[in-house]
């Protein structure tokens, strides 16, 4: 049975800090299919940047009347539920997260999270693995820099990545690239950790048959 349940979700920002999101999207699967999706735009109560407008087209006026991240929250709160998270570049979404929920001093989810981007550079034979080159690679047409669709296409990578890994679960999916989920409020998405103790007790015994086998080889 497909396992596969997780939220995808993608943020822009207004200008250069992680406190400043102007729009988020969120797309929910659950059991591998599109469950359901939000969007937001959000008063970041920071200036635009002329460079950042251009990219994703959101100007000053679009969010006056926009709720600020803190009035914002709980909606989105409500929407991830426990589920685990994803973004693509993961990295910069997380950072956004924690930092403005820092910024309005509100509590971080204990959610697990885990990175498409990561997943597409250990799964795909891709020379770069930027959102819109995977999305290509899978045939899906979108329009890049927008919340919701940016979410929306990674949220169908995750699914198109597992197809590939034989993964039922979120969590085989991660394990099968030998990574571990980091936590919306701690530990970071990263490479599993390797237990040191077979490889000490390994050169214990390559040392102590060694031994036996040529007694003379350590004597002075």
Known sequence: MNHLDYVVFDFETANGSRTS?????????????????????????????????????????????????????PSIISFIGDLPVAAHFATFDVNVFRATSEKYGLPLPENSYFCSCVLSQKILPLRSHKLNLVADYFGISFEHHHALEDAEVAADIVRELANIQRADSIAALVDSIGYQFGQINGSNFVKQKKNAFPLIWGAFLLEFFSVRNNPNEYDN
């Open 21 to 73: 999101p102007c729009s988020i999207g969120l797309v929910k699967y659950i059991n591998g299919q599109k469950d359901s999706e939000l969007y937001q735009l959000i008063n970041p109560e920071e200036d635009f940047y002329p460079s950042n407008i251009r990219v994703h087209g959101i100007y000053p006026e679009d969010v006056w009347d926009a709720p600020n991240w803190l009035e914002a929250y």
